[in-house]
């Protein structure tokens, strides 16, 4: 992560332009987010201005919703490996069968890659 240190309200602002580009890259306006995820429009306008110090419970619920994990959220854009990110919103999206099927998937492909990899003359 960056060494760069960060006043609070610097922070808040950091946080509040991350949920917003999640948000709008999912092409969700304020009042969708608020239906999926039961926080009120005020709450997620006050977050992504940056004027509003998110409870535990609020930003669990954020995570939950865009299928991100709570460091996605803090990191510099230079450090957001966003093709994970993307894998384990996927992931999160389906059932627990798809989930399942997701996992035995890429198992199986890592383990192909890794031998293949192997084989390889250095």
């Given amino acids: 992560m960056s060494d760069k240190r960060f006043t609070p309200d610097e922070n808040l602002k950091k946080l509040g332009k991350q949920v917003r580009q999640l948000r709008k890259g999912r ?12 926080l009120a429009v005020r709450t997620i306008s006050r977050i992504e201005r940056g004027v509003m110090n998110p409870s535990f419970e609020v930003l669990a619920a ?39 099927l997701i996992l035995a998937s890429t198992r199986a492909m890592v383990h192909e890659l890794m031998e293949a990899d192997i084989a390889q003359p250095v």
């Fill in 62 to 100: 954020l995570v939950d919703v865009l299928g991100i994990s709570f460091d996605f959220l803090f990191a510099s854009p230079n450090d957001q490996d966003t093709g994970l990110q993307e894998l384990i919103g996927l992931y999160r999206a389906c059932p627990k069968q798809g989930q399942r």
């Fill in 27 to 38: 092409k969700w306006s304020q009042q969708k987010l608020s239906d999926i995820s039961g």
